[in-house]
């Protein structure tokens, strides 16, 4: 399995400020995806990060509040623009691989209050 | 969409008892992985099952992809402490980009 490096790994922000994350995957995979999990919850798909173009955001999440970089097969960036405490959460960064069908791996998460 | 549902939503158990959840979903699952988070920690992958009736071990834990693939379920034998967390199981969607994942089920172990 890969192995999923992500920064920071927990911070405290300002409202109104914005923070990026990285995610750095030691091997070159086609997948990238970022997920939120609140409090207490499960695990919610924001967007694929896609190498090369824009990324694809499911229902509720937009591009003006969670830009997404991608500029190659190993790295992608999400920032958390103009944080409010409704966003504090964990945010990880997951791959998809594995040798006989698809599993996804995950980073180690970033864990967000906003204060 | 698809939607996975997990029981029970907690457990405590005593240290050395052997623990069942499952996951049930209200469409087909070609895949179901199973994954456990610590406290800080992203999720880890635990099992992976491939195939309707598929049993799989990993250590003192397995996993069975139900035969109908509407389901699977976990099973810990002799607990420890160190398998206290979060168990969340996962498939793919219906697009097979990304994936799906349950609600979770909480463990506690008591000494």
């Known amino acids: 399995s890969a192995v999923i490096s992500q920064k920071p790994s927990r911070d405290i922000c300002q409202r109104g400020t914005s923070l990026t994350i990285q995610c750095q995957v030691d091997?070159?995979?086609?997948?990238m995806f970022w997920y939120r999990q609140q409090p207490g919850q499960s695990l919610t798909l924001i967007a694929t990060?896609?190498?090369?173009?824009?990324?694809?955001?499911e229902s509720g999440f937009v591009i003006d509040k969670f830009p997404i970089s991608r500029p190659n097969l190993t790295f992608s960036t999400l920032t958390v623009s103009n944080m409010s405490p409704e966003d504090s959460s964990i945010y990880l960064c997951?791959?998809?691989?594995?040798?006989?069908?698809?599993?996804?791996?995950f980073g180690q998460g970033t864990r967000l209050t906003v204060v | 969409g698809q939607q996975l549902n997990q029981s029970p939503q907690s457990m405590f158990i005593q240290e050395g008892e052997d623990v069942s959840m499952n996951c049930t979903s209200s469409?087909?699952?070609?895949?179901w992985l199973w994954y456990k988070q610590d406290p800080g920690e992203g999720p880890v992958l635990l099992i992976a099952?491939?195939?309707?009736?598929e049993l799989t071990s990993n250590g003192r834990l397995t996993a069975q992809f139900g035969i109908t693939r509407k389901d699977s379920f976990l099973n810990i034998s002799a607990s420890i402490p160190s398998d206290v967390g979060i168990y969340f199981c996962?498939?793919?969607?219906?697009?097979?980009?990304?994936?799906?994942f349950g609600p979770g089920t909480r463990l506690s172990v008591l000494p």
């Open positions: 997951s791959v998809e691989g594995g040798t006989i069908s698809t599993e996804a791996f």
């Open positions: 091997s070159q995979v086609t997948m």
């Open positions: 990060a896609n190498q090369g173009s824009e990324a694809t955001y």
């Open positions: 469409s087909i699952f070609n895949t």
């Open positions: 099952l491939y195939k309707a009736g």
């Open positions: 996962a498939g793919p969607d219906n697009y097979g980009q990304n994936f799906v």
